[in-house]
Nanobody, 125 residues
Framework: VQLQASGGGSAQVGGSLRLSCAAS????????MGWYRQAPGKQRELVAT???????NLSDSVKGRFTISRDNAKNTVYLRMNSLKPEDTAVYYC????????????????????WGKGTQVTVSS
């Protein structure tokens, strides 16, 4: 299983960006997909997650500005970021939790989380 993120880049304050992340491999269902971010000198933090059933969890810092969505058939998660602020500047990481092949759950040495390579988002005034 691999996660491939795309999108990101640079935007001005108040602007918008869209991130996409597609999971590839023999996948029947992914229970949770989402986005985390890590700013320089800070710990990685949750941005938004979405279950396969459509339930969402967004960080208070992005509520009302960011929207998470999924295409379960494509095993893809999206993050629409509006009204961007300088504090949104970070490396954004795609995450997938509890990936089911149809007969078993994929695992990693550290658990059942899979991570994509980060994509940089830079917001400037």
């Amino acid at each position: 299983v691999q996660l491939q993120a795309s999108g990101g880049g640079s935007a001005q304050v108040g602007g918008s960006l869209r991130l996409s992340c597609a999971a590839s491999g023999s996948i029947f269902r992914i229970n949770v997909m989402g986005w985390y971010r890590q700013a320089p000198g800070k710990q990685r933090e949750l941005v938004a997650t979405m279950t396969s059933g459509g339930s969402t969890n967004l960080s208070d810092s992005v509520k009302g500005r960011f929207t998470i969505s999924r295409d379960n058939a494509k095993n893809t998660v999206y993050l629409r970021m509006n009204s961007l602020k300088p504090e949104d500047t970070a490396v954004y990481y795609c995450n997938a939790e509890r990936i089911y092949s149809g007969t078993y759950y994929y695992t990693q040495p550290w658990g059942m989380d899979f991570w994509g390579k980060g994509t940089q988002v830079t917001v400037s005034s």
